[in-house]
T-cell receptor
Framework: KAGVTQTPRYLIKTRGQQVTLSCSPI?????VSWYQQTPGQGLQFLFE???????NKGNFPGRFSGRQFSNSRSEMNVSTLELGDSALYLC????????????FGPGTRLTVT | KNQVEQSPQSLIILEGKNCTLQ??????????LRWYKQDTGRGPVSLTI?????NTKSNGRYTATLDADTKQSSLHITASQLSDSASYIC??????????FGRGTSLIVHP
């Protein structure tokens, strides 16, 4: 069974631009969660989607948004990029909502210049 | 405020030796505690998951313990291998299921 895939793997953007990251969960998994990882703050929870609905949201500004499609694939969008948004963005999938066991993808490395 | 503190921040051991990593948390109410291993440049991989009623969980050479009364957990690695070199992250989820992450312990295993 294929693991969680994230595209693109690397991305360079300029301040003020917006970016969309994609996550394809493991087949059959219906929950997708997104995380931001930086050297300064470590891993932080962004949001969780289940059955196309946002179930939980972390403490991030409204510039960070996401959505989930009927096939469980998910995208997250960051608008008006800031230098501090440079990070590794990880998504994780699980079978059920508030997934007891999550499987992480390799991440998308975003650099904002 | 929910917090997860891990110690030590970094650890260097010789191959074949055992080690123990610590995790203290203030998350309340408690839902579950997870330990992850993260290799450089890769996503975290789940090692153990424990709920309130579990106080020990093993996964091969990895054994996690949980004391819900003192809000402490430990991860014990037995007979370390070079491939154990990684960051080990403790994650605690509360009643809302929003996870709080520790900053991790960086483990280096030398031959």
């Amino acid at each position: 069974k294929a693991g969680v895939t994230q595209t693109p793997r690397y991305l360079i953007k300029t301040r003020g631009q917006q970016v969309t990251l994609s996550c394809s969960p493991i087949s059959g998994h219906r929950s997708v969660s997104w995380y931001q990882q930086t050297p300064g703050q470590g891993l932080q929870f962004l949001f969780e989607y289940f059955s196309e609905t946002q179930r939980n949201k972390g403490n991030f500004p409204g510039r960070f948004s996401g959505r989930q499609f009927s096939n469980s694939r998910s995208e997250m969008n960051v608008s008006t990029l800031e230098l501090g948004d440079s990070a590794l963005y990880l998504c994780a999938s699980s079978l059920a909502e508030h997934g007891y066991e999550q499987y992480f993808g390799p991440g998308t490395r975003l650099t904002v210049t | 405020k929910n917090q997860v503190e891990q110690s030590p921040q970094s650890l260097i051991i010789l191959e074949g030796k055992n080690c123990t990593l610590q995790c203290n948390y203030t998350v309340s109410p408690f839902s579950n505690l997870r330990w992850y291993k993260q290799d450089t440049g890769r996503g975290p991989v789940s090692l153990t998951i424990m709920t309130f009623s579990e106080n020990t969980k093993s996964n091969g050479r990895y054994t996690a313990t949980l004391d819900a009364d003192t809000k402490q957990s430990s991860l014990h690695i037995t007979a370390s291998q070079l491939s154990d070199s990684a960051s080990y992250i403790c994650v605690v989820s509360g009643g809302s299921y929003i996870p709080t992450f520790g900053r991790g312990t960086s483990l280096i295993v030398h031959p």
